[in-house]
C-alpha cells in the first residue's frame, strides 16, 4: 500500500490539525475528513488503500486525538471555515471526492454548498445527524449491536475514545452532544453535488433509516450503496472493500437515480 508523501501538523487560524499526503495520481484528488472524536490513525489505512487510485489528504481537525486540547467544542460550521483556511493555505483548489465519515459527514455536507465549484461529489458514510439517540444509553447499545461486524476494531475504539475524552474533554462531550440531539436536514437539503451514502447493514449507531433520510433530504443526486456485512465503522475496518467500493461509484454523477424511500437491498 502507498505510504503517506508527508505528514504535517498544521495551525488555521491559531487552532491545530494534522493530514497526511498518500499518492500520487494527479488526475484524482480525494479529501477524507477524519471524525472529530477520533483521530488520524484509525484512518491510516483506508488512506492508503484509497491512494491506489488518487492522490489523497487525510486531515485530522481540530479536537482530534493528536492535536492540542480544544477548549470548547466546534459546530460543523466553524469546522467548514477551518477546513476552508486550510485549503487554501495549501493551493488545493479542487476535490474531486469529499469523505466524510460519522461526526465529520455534518462538517462536508456543511463544505459541499461552499465549494458548488470546489468539490465534484460526496461519500457520507455513518453519517450521524439523521436518527439522533437522545440517550447515550442508546449510543452505547447501538454500537454494541454492530460489533460483531467489526473485529478488534471496537475494543481499539474504546481506547481511543477514552483517551480523547481525558485529552479532548469539552469536544468530544459536544460531539457526543451533536449525535444525541441534532438533525442536519438543512444541511442536507442544501447539498447539490452528487452524493453517495456508503452504508453498513449493521450500523445501528448512525441508523438504518438514515441513508433513506439523508437521500431523501439531498434529492435526485443521492444514491445509497450499502455494505451487507459493514458497521458503524466499516471503511475502517474493511479498508480495501471501502476503497474498491469509492473506486467502482466514480463515473456516478448525473445519472444517480431518485431516492426510494423504501429499504434498498443490500448492494455488496
Known amino acids: 500500500m502507498p505510504s503517506p508523501l508527508y505528514r504535517k501538523p498544521i495551525h488555521i487560524a491559531g487552532a491545530p490539525g494534522r493530514y497526511s499526503l498518500y499518492g500520487t495520481n494527479p488526475h484524482h484528488t480525494t479529501l477524507l475528513i477524519v471524525s472529530p472524536v477520533a483521530g488520524l490513525s484509525a484512518y491510516e489505512?483506508?488512506?492508503?488503500?484509497?491512494?491506489?487510485?488518487?492522490?489523497?489528504?487525510?486531515?485530522?481537525?481540530?479536537?482530534?486525538?493528536?492535536?492540542?486540547?480544544?477548549?470548547?467544542?466546534?459546530?460543523?460550521?466553524?469546522?467548514?471555515?477551518?477546513?476552508?483556511?486550510?485549503?487554501?493555505?495549501?493551493?488545493?483548489?479542487?476535490?474531486?471526492t469529499l469523505i466524510g465519515h460519522s461526526n465529520s459527514?455534518?462538517?462536508?455536507?456543511?463544505?459541499?454548498?461552499?465549494?458548488?465549484?470546489?468539490?465534484?461529489?460526496?461519500?457520507?458514510?455513518?453519517?450521524?445527524?439523521?436518527?439522533?439517540?437522545?440517550?447515550?444509553?442508546?449510543?452505547i447499545l447501538a454500537y454494541a449491536r454492530g460489533v460483531t461486524s467489526e473485529g478488534t476494531f471496537p475494543l481499539r475504539a474504546f481506547w481511543i475514545l477514552l483517551g480523547n475524552l481525558v485529552k479532548q474533554t469539552?469536544?468530544?462531550?459536544?460531539?457526543?452532544?451533536?449525535?444525541?440531539?441534532?438533525?442536519?436536514?438543512?444541511?442536507?437539503?442544501?447539498?447539490?453535488?452528487?452524493t453517495i451514502l456508503l452504508w453498513g447493514r449493521h450500523d445501528y449507531l448512525a441508523g438504518l433509516n438514515a441513508p433513506h433520510r439523508f437521500a431523501q433530504w439531498i434529492g435526485a443526486n443521492a444514491r445509497i450503496v450499502w455494505r451487507k456485512t459493514g458497521g458503524h465503522?466499516?471503511?475502517?475496518?474493511?479498508?480495501?472493500?471501502?476503497?474498491?467500493?469509492?473506486?467502482?461509484?466514480?463515473?456516478?454523477?448525473n445519472s444517480i437515480p431518485p431516492p426510494s424511500l423504501s429499504p434498498a437491498p443490500p448492494s455488496l
Open 45 to 96: 489505512r483506508t488512506a492508503r488503500e484509497l491512494a491506489r487510485h488518487s492522490r489523497v489528504y487525510l486531515l485530522e481537525l481540530p479536537g482530534g486525538e493528536s492535536t492540542s486540547r480544544l477548549p470548547e467544542g466546534w459546530d460543523p460550521d466553524r469546522y467548514a471555515d477551518w477546513v476552508a483556511n486550510w485549503m487554501n493555505s495549501i493551493g488545493l483548489t479542487h476535490i474531486h
Open 105 to 139: 459527514g455534518p462538517v462536508v455536507m456543511e463544505l459541499a454548498p461552499r465549494w458548488p465549484k470546489r468539490a465534484g461529489r460526496l461519500i457520507l458514510a455513518g453519517s450521524i445527524g439523521a436518527e439522533p439517540k437522545h440517550t447515550l444509553l442508546r449510543v
Open 170 to 194: 469539552a469536544s468530544l462531550c459536544h460531539q457526543r452532544k451533536l449525535a444525541l440531539d441534532k438533525t442536519f436536514e438543512s444541511l442536507a437539503s442544501r447539498v447539490n453535488q452528487p
Open 233 to 253: 465503522d466499516w471503511l475502517i475496518v474493511e479498508p480495501q472493500t471501502f476503497a474498491q467500493t469509492v473506486h467502482d461509484q466514480k463515473n456516478l454523477g
